[in-house]
């Protein structure tokens, strides 16, 4: 099969889905060789990066679910999938339409970048409450300081996401009993 992805604005990192999905291609070729996974090693490897112009996603998770089923067939293991609603993604991703008198798309994907990295380090308590209503107020300000271009991301769709973003990012850490911290 051959592994041929368009190539995106954000999408997975390109040497990171080369690697896997070689690797389980030639798991299935081959699944006696050096260097083979089984389906539950391969489930715990797919976390790809989101970059920019990176390989599309779809056609990247459509790819390896038929590798994967492959796979299963020719290991006759169950493959380990993970439950509805874990992803690879620790973080959702914001597509955006293109639209006239956009937000500058790059300078969107970084800021969404951003966001990400700053609820990454509060959910995985690099951050505390007053780092992450911190960082909120500065993704809000680096928004509205976003360049505008005729071919550009749907400036509604962006403010709602970094919207979102930041009212995670002020709700506060997860407390230990599960919920989240009132931010003050």
């Known amino acids: 099969m051959p592994l041929e992805f368009d190539v995106v604005l954000r999408g997975y990192d390109r040497r990171q889905v080369l ?17 083979t996974v089984t389906p539950r090693e ?18 990247v998770d459509a790819a390896f679910e038929r590798l994967m089923e492959s796979l299963t067939a020719v290991r006759g293991e169950e493959t380990g999938a993970a439950p509805e609603g874990e ?6 991703v ?3 339409d293109r639209v006239l008198r956009g ?7 970084e800021l969404v970048d951003a966001g990400a990295e ?28 976003l360049p505008r271009t ?8 962006v403010d709602s996401a970094v919207d979102a973003i930041c009212a995670e990012l002020e709700s ?7 919920t989240r911290g009132s931010g003050a």
């Open 103 to 109: 937000y500058d798309p790059i300078a969107t994907a």
């Open 150 to 157: 005729l071919r550009g991301s749907d400036r509604q769709q």
């Open 42 to 59: 391969a489930r715990d490897r797919a976390a790809f990066d989101l970059v920019l112009r990176g390989f599309d996603r779809a056609q």
């Open 172 to 178: 506060g850490p997860d407390d230990p009993d599960g």
């Open 19 to 35: 690697t896997l999905l070689e690797t389980l291609q030639r798991s299935v070729d081959d699944p006696a060789a050096p260097g």
């Open 87 to 92: 992803g690879r993604a620790e973080l959702p």
């Open 118 to 145: 700053a609820l990454r380090a509060l959910r995985g308590g690099e951050s505390d409450a007053a780092a992450a209503r911190a960082a909120a107020a500065a993704l809000r300000d680096r928004r509205d300081a």
């Open 94 to 96: 914001a597509e955006f």
